[in-house]
């Protein structure tokens, strides 16, 4: 299976509404429920009725258009990544999956899905 690097730093926040949030920008994963207004997009995007933020994100996503009918893809990479101690905030849209990582986790997690077989690219 093939990771592919994605080369931006992101940010995780919760927001007062969405009416600052460009979703013509390259990311924007926006997630609403009856508790909160989430906002998962590049850092130099995040808009200014931000609630809390939490930046220093860096993501990969899992390349190319997973069918649902696969199964463990999530699981297998979350559980490479527990096994060295790295926590991870996910984003699944239609086509695939992307894993974020704290900044300073990511080369290691890299590495560590590289050693375990998985190609990574970008």
Same mark, same amino acid.
């Given at each position: 299976?093939?990771?592919?690097?994605?080369?931006?730093?992101?940010?995780?926040?919760?927001?007062?509404?969405?009416?600052?949030?460009?979703?013509?920008?390259?990311?924007?994963?926006?997630?609403?429920?009856?508790? *909160?207004?989430?906002?998962?997009?590049?850092?130099?995007?995040?808009?200014?009725?931000?609630? *809390?933020?939490?930046?220093?994100?860096?993501?990969?996503?899992?390349?190319?258009?997973?069918?649902?009918?696969?199964?463990?893809?999530?699981?297998?990479?979350?559980?490479?990544?527990?096994?060295?101690?790295?926590?991870?905030?996910?984003?699944?849209?239609?086509?695939?999956?992307?894993?974020?990582?704290?900044? *300073?986790?990511?080369?290691?997690?890299? *590495?560590?899905?590289?050693?375990?077989?998985?190609?990574?690219?970008?």
């Amino acid at each position: 299976m093939e990771i592919k690097k994605i080369d931006h730093d992101f940010s995780v926040c919760k927001v007062e509404d969405y009416s600052f949030v460009d979703l013509d920008t390259e990311y924007s994963f926006i997630g609403k429920t009856d508790e *909160e207004k989430s906002l998962v997009c590049l850092t130099g995007d995040v808009p200014p009725n931000v609630t *809390e933020r939490e930046d220093g994100w860096r993501a990969f996503r899992i390349q190319g258009i997973l069918d649902f009918s696969m199964i463990g893809v999530l699981s297998g990479i979350s559980e490479i990544l527990a096994e060295n101690e790295i926590g991870i905030f996910v984003v699944s849209t239609f086509n695939t999956d992307y894993v974020l990582t704290k900044k *300073e986790d990511y080369p290691k997690a890299l *590495e560590a899905l590289g050693n375990a077989g998985y190609k990574i690219t970008g």
